[in-house]
């Protein structure tokens, strides 16, 4: 059985994480906490003081403990997963296995906060609410979470390499009646810079915010205001 191309580039990711954390690691634990951040140090701290303010409004103290970290992870992976193509990579979130994983998790963190917040009995009495024929209605209703979480994360960013390589032809296309420059997208070469920069760095930031932002509203939906 042959693997996909894609298996190579979401291996790749994950290393590329795994050293920024080792060499990040290796920063805070040489770091001073008396002293003022600076450098990769202070974007480290700021950036966790961000999430974790962003699940503490969206849950509560008490659900950020743990789901802080897993948050600024899924916002790592999926960042570096969408910018790929600047590093000449195959996008591993154009591989809808990957957002389905991905949103497999988070569908699995709700549905456990909401068990713990409400008990077993009282989640699975949910279930058949308002009457049990709808029990039906509400499984399918939990399964479309699943399948948006992940179709909308997928298809944003099938769209933008699509639209990116039809664009690329265009110019190519547009370039070759130019006659000093006959085959070479000289088109291509001024605009992709801006291109890129939308698709690959604000479209790719904005996907994991929204994709982060829909994640804390489901689990925060699910928790009771006294948990």
Known sequence: MELQPTVFYIIAIVVIIAVLLILINRKLVKFDPLSKPTGVVLLVMMG??????MVKEKTDE??????????????????????AGLLSFESPTSNYS???????????????????????KRYMKSLAEPMAPFVIMNVIS?????????????GNIIAGTVLMGVIYQLFAKVSS??????????IGVIVAPVLHFYFDLFSGAMQAF???????SFIGKELPKDY
């Open 142 to 154: 939990k399964a479309s979470t699943l399948l948006s979480l992940s179709l909308r994360l997928f």
């Open 98 to 120: 990957v957002t389905l994983s991905l949103a497999a998790v988070t569908c699995i963190l709700i549905e456990y906060y909401a068990i713990k917040a409400n008990g077993f």
């Open 177 to 186: 009646l130019i006659p000093l420059f006959a085959g070479f997208n000289v």
């Open 48 to 53: 966790a003081e961000v999430v974790d303010k």
């Open 62 to 83: 008490k659900a950020a403990k743990f789901l802080t970290p897993y948050i600024m992870t899924v916002v790592v992976y999926i960042f570096l997963s969408n910018i």
């Open 210 to 216: 929204i994709f982060i932002t829909l994640t804390l």
